[in-house]
């Protein structure tokens, strides 16, 4: 059984930064892509970032490039999202993703956790 559970989100000020943590279990992590999404109030959700199963690859989207960096710990089997310069315009519950597909880079995901909220104050 595939289990997500996001940390790290809280109340910032704009140009602070944030880690979001991302554990899992029921998938190991170099077989898996990972992606971080997020959902602010009254929009769709968004991807934000991913990292591939092979050769630890990442995707972002193009609001956060730059600022944002997905990393991953194997050990620990942990993804992270490490948030800098961060903006009141990524205020949003973070969503962590694992899909039940391995080795596919592009996956769709079927697995979510519940979100960790981030607010960003100008």
């Known amino acids: 059984q595939v289990h997500v559970v996001e940390s790290g989100g809280g109340l910032v000020q704009a140009g602070d930064s944030l880690r979001l943590s991302c554990a899992v279990s029921?998938?190991?992590?170099?077989?898996?892509?990972m992606g971080w999404f997020r959902q602010a109030p009254g929009k769709a959700r968004e991807f934000v970032a991913a990292i591939t199963w092979s050769r630890v690859r990442t995707q972002y989207a193009d609001f956060v490039k730059g600022r944002f960096t997905v990393s991953r710990d194997g050990a620990k089997n942990t993804v992270y999202l490490q948030m800098n310069s961060l903006k009141p315009e990524d205020t949003a519950v973070y969503y962590c993703?694992?899909?039940?597909?391995?080795?596919?880079?592009?996956?769709?995901?079927?697995?979510w956790g519940q979100g960790t909220q981030v607010t960003v104050s100008s």
């Open positions: 993703a694992a899909p039940h597909t391995a080795y596919i880079d592009y996956p769709s995901y079927d697995y």
């Open positions: 029921g998938r190991t992590l170099s077989s898996y892509t």
